[in-house]
């Protein structure tokens, strides 16, 4: 997946708990989006990082927060779990808009359900 | 937030041209047009973007209408793998929007 990972790639937890979801990348871009995606709706952003320390709230972010200490790794967190927090989650790096086009490449996903 | 329109679904036939449209008509001057695709069970991946000119590259080709209100994603010749969840967005700023994109069918 060019250089991006996500973890764990499946997670079952019970409504309540604390779900982290942790986003890796070896490309050194500058840019991290975490979405979710539900039947329906599409592609959701939560949040994104457009550098260390430098995040910012996307679409959906109630219920999520994040955090990116170094270049390479954006985590996701769930303080407490919902049942409509089940879904796939996917983390997206960029290198930003060199040449006015910000290409996003994709990990593989990670299934999250909430019971 | 860049908002686009797209047909929610379309049908084609195996080894013919598709044609996906995409509207974006309060697109910006410096709004770059991105497309990319969703296979089954998988994350996106991109397809192809431009600015103003038309563009072609091994995938697809991009055209841009002269307003730049509308673009076309143009697949030469449809196979069965690229039945997919095609996307189209505008490169507006960071915060990267997606919207429902069109879920291609392709027939044998």
């Known amino acids: 997946d060019a250089g991006i990972t996500q973890s764990p790639r499946h997670k079952v937890t019970e409504t309540g708990t604390p779900v982290t979801l942790r986003c890796h990348q070896t490309e050194n871009h500058r840019y991290m989006y975490w979405y979710r995606q539900d039947p329906g709706h599409g592609l959701r952003l939560i949040h994104y990082?457009?550098?260390?320390?430098?995040?910012d709230k996307g679409e959906v972010s109630d219920g999520y927060s994040v955090s990116r200490s170094k270049t390479e790794d954006f985590l996701l967190t769930l303080e407490s779990a919902t049942s409509s927090q089940t879904s796939v989650y996917f983390c997206a790096i960029s290198q930003g808009g060199l040449s006015g086009a910000n290409v996003l490449t994709f990990g593989a996903g990670s299934r999250l359900t909430v019971l | 937030d860049a908002k686009t329109t797209q047909p929610n679904s379309m049908e084609s036939n195996e080894e013919e041209p598709v044609h996906l449209p995409c509207n974006h008509s309060?697109?910006?001057?410096?709004?770059?047009i991105h497309w990319y695709r969703q296979l089954p069970s998988q994350g996106p991946e991109y397809v192809i973007h431009?600015?103003?000119s038309n563009v072609n590259n091994r995938m697809a080709s991009l055209a841009i209408a002269e307003d730049r209100k509308s673009s076309t994603l143009i697949l030469h010749r449809a196979t069965l793998r690229d039945a997919a969840v095609y996307y189209c967005i505008l490169d507006r700023d960071d915060k990267i929007i997606f919207g429902k994109g069109t879920r291609l069918h392709i027939l044998p």
């Open positions: 990082s457009y550098g260390v320390k430098d995040t």
């Open positions: 431009g600015l103003t």
């Open positions: 309060t697109i910006s001057g410096t709004d770059y």
